[in-house]
């Protein structure tokens, strides 16, 4: 495999991949059309996941039918690949990332090829190259640019042909594995999800390990967008002297990893603030090495946009051990209270909580309580006493596992369950991590998920998809000569003896919080195992992942369930409308844009990855017949 100064050097001389070639007269043509379009990954820089298009509605969506499809060629099966790509559209060009990480501008009408960047380009290698939630799109006049992210690089493209932009860091290639304050070595550096823009910067998170291995801190930074260039950073684990580093043990910001924003940032414009959702310190179930809370993990973290300072934080799961990460872009949100609009945040949660916070103070919006969980039985673990438990809105899923919670499809499936769960730890709600192997509901897959929530700004409903699918870790002592005391056995499922998860129905869920009153107006089951329904076992619900948006024509669109459907709610009352057959799972979150007066909505059908069916490489856009 070339050396990364060899291979950036091939791009500067490759940037447009053959592919791209063939299509690079249609780049330069005029777009189609403008239309009302998803310029943001998150629908609107406040990731709302919210469409003012109508002409798709209840009466009608029934109609609705394949517009065009686009195979993107490049999936795998053997290790499999996936693609959880939200796609951007403006102007009638659509940009999408692919199976395998490359990028490419489509035709929004048609679904025809522009041209593909390929970041890989004359590199072989036998397995997925990773994965890639979509890309960001700026423009100053008649500059255009597309950032995407490829492992530890991020590569700034012209938005008509495809070509890196030589201006930009080095050759249109930024390296985030510099620049952190920190020399991190080998350690895994990665960042999946869309950076965001603000003014002239480009604001971004960045990925780390889970461990017990070194991790990459999670610091977020902001570069010049024209330039490549830092302008600031925001120690997550911080240095000596500032803010939070009395959280830790001495010296920990010279080797803890993680308290990364892998989920997704968010923006107020109008504020000049960012919004970061904060994974958990590494390791994920072991910190004795880093006594303390830990801030900034598992935090919600308001930054002044225009310098990298704390406005304020919350934290949501202290000196974290389940993996708890915050695993959703902060949803910038209005609540109507007493009469009065409020800007809020809606952060949802692994652990089935949304909290709710005033955007501006960070004063949450309803009381939070702070309430005794269960002890470490670990050496050297110093669990904290106390976690934060929000007493609004109710939780989304499950929370702890007991008798009650055991699955109910058949006497002989809560029998295997029931004998399993006696040998498991479970006292509840946030048990910590033990050699006897401890139960976790949420899991480590929530909960909500990097999905998110959609939010109707109309009416003040969020719409979000919640898993109750239990798991169970296991520690064990680490092999001799490790830098480490424990590591886990794995991540498993707790399932039952054929392979459906032990807690009972529904297994995956799509709820309507009224944000007004704080409570659900329906939650219904997401998805069907039709091995299940044939036994008369229907409505079960899946495990989800991918997220929803939110229509102004009155509808809620997801994939997300494992049996591969991507479905239309009535936003109103939870009834299924309308529901199609994918090619391969979607999960990932839908968008919703306009050419030439046509609406579409359009879902990348990658399948694979945590919904474990088989790999895809489709995306497909609907619009009325």
């Known amino acids: 495999m070339p050396d990364r100064r060899t291979r950036r050097a091939f791009l500067k001389q490759t940037a447009l991949s053959s592919a791209a070639a063939v299509y690079a007269s249609a780049a330069a043509s005029t777009p189609r059309g403008a239309g009302a379009d998803w310029r943001y990954y998150g629908g609107t820089p406040g990731a709302t996941r919210y469409s003012t298009l109508k002409q798709i509605d209840r009466s009608n969506v029934r109609d609705l039918q394949v517009a065009w499809t686009h195979a993107t060629g490049d999936a795998m099966q053997r290790p499999a690949t996936t693609i959880e790509c939200t796609p951007i559209v403006v102007d009638g060009r ?72 030589s201006e930009f860091a080095d050759g249109g290639v930024l390296n985030m594995r510099l620049g952190l304050d920190r020399d991190i070595g080998d350690a895994p550096y990665f960042h999946a999800t869309p950076p965001v823009v603000f003014e002239d910067l480009l604001i971004l998170g960045g990925g780390a390990s889970e461990g017990p291995d070194p991790a990459a801190p999670g610091h977020i930074r902001a570069f010049d967008l024209r330039t490549g260039k830092r302008r600031w950073i925001f120690h997550t684990i911080p240095h000596p ?63 002044d946009a225009r310098s990298g300072e704390r406005v304020w934080h919350f934290q949501t799961t202290h000196h974290d051990l389940w993996d708890y990460d915050l695993p959703a872009q902060a949803a910038l949100v209005r609540v109507k209270r007493n009469g009065q609009w409020i800007d809020a945040v809606a952060q949802p949660t692994k652990t089935g909580f949304i909290f709710l916070f005033d955007r ?36 989304i899923a499950r929370q702890g596992f007991g008798e009650d919670d055991i699955t109910n499809i058949s006497q002989e499936s809560r029998e295997y369950v029931l004998r399993r769960l006696k040998d498991l730890r479970n006292e509840g709600f946030y048990t910590p991590p033990s050699k006897r192997g401890t139960v976790y509901s949420p899991g480590t897959l929530g909960g909500a998920l990097w999905g998110g929530c959609s939010f109707d700004p109309e009416s003040g409903r969020l719409y979000i998809n919640a898993n ?36 009972k129905p529904p297994w995956g869920e799509l709820l309507c919080l009224d944000m007004a009153t704080a409570a659900y107006r329906w939650r219904k089951p997401l998805g069907e195992h039709a091995a299940l329904a044939a036994r008369g076992v229907p409505q079960t619900g899946t495990f989800t992942v991918g997220g929803s948006i939110v229509t102004r024509g009155g509808l809620v669109f997801i994939g997300a369930t494992r049996d591969e459907k991507f479905r239309a709610f009535d936003a109103d009352t939870g009834e299924t409308l309308w529901e199609h057959r994918l090619a391969a799972g979607g999960y990932a979150t839908p968008c919703a844009y306009a050419v030439d007066g046509r609406q579409y909505v359009v879902i990348a059908a990658g399948g694979a990855g945590k919904g474990r069916t088989a790999a895809g490489d489709r995306f497909t856009a609907f619009a009325l017949g």
């Open 94 to 165: 659509m940009y999408i990332t692919t199976a395998q990480l490359q990028v490419r501008a489509l035709d929004a009408a048609t679904g025809e090829m522009l041209w593909n960047f390929d970041p890989f380009e004359g590199v072989v290698m036998r397995r997925p190259k990773g994965v890639n939630r979509g890309v960001t799109y700026w423009q100053d006049g008649e500059k255009r640019r597309i950032f995407t992210a490829a492992g530890a690089d991020m590569y700034c493209l012209d938005a008509d042909s495809g070509r890196l932009v």
């Open 468 to 503: 109750n699918t239990p798991k169970f870790f296991t520690l064990v002592d680490a092999p001799e000569g490790e830098s480490y005391p424990y590591r886990v056995t794995g991540y498993p499922y707790f399932n039952d003896q054929d392979g459906y998860p032990a807690s």
């Open 360 to 395: 501006a103070t960070g004063e949450p919006l309803f009381d939070i309580e702070e309430r005794p969980v269960p002890k470490s039985d670990i050496a050297g673990e110093q669990a904290w006493p106390t976690q934060p438990f929000p007493t609004a809105p109710p939780p």
């Open 241 to 303: 002297g500032e803010f939070g580093y009395d959280t830790w043990g001495k010296d920990n910001w010279k080797t803890a990893g993680g308290c990364n924003n892998w989920a997704g940032l968010s923006v107020d414009p109008q504020r000049g603030m960012v919004f970061a959702s904060l994974g958990s310190p590494t390791f994920d179930f072991y910190g004795g090495d880093r006594p303390g809370q830990n801030l900034f993990g598992n935090s919600v973290l308001a930054l």
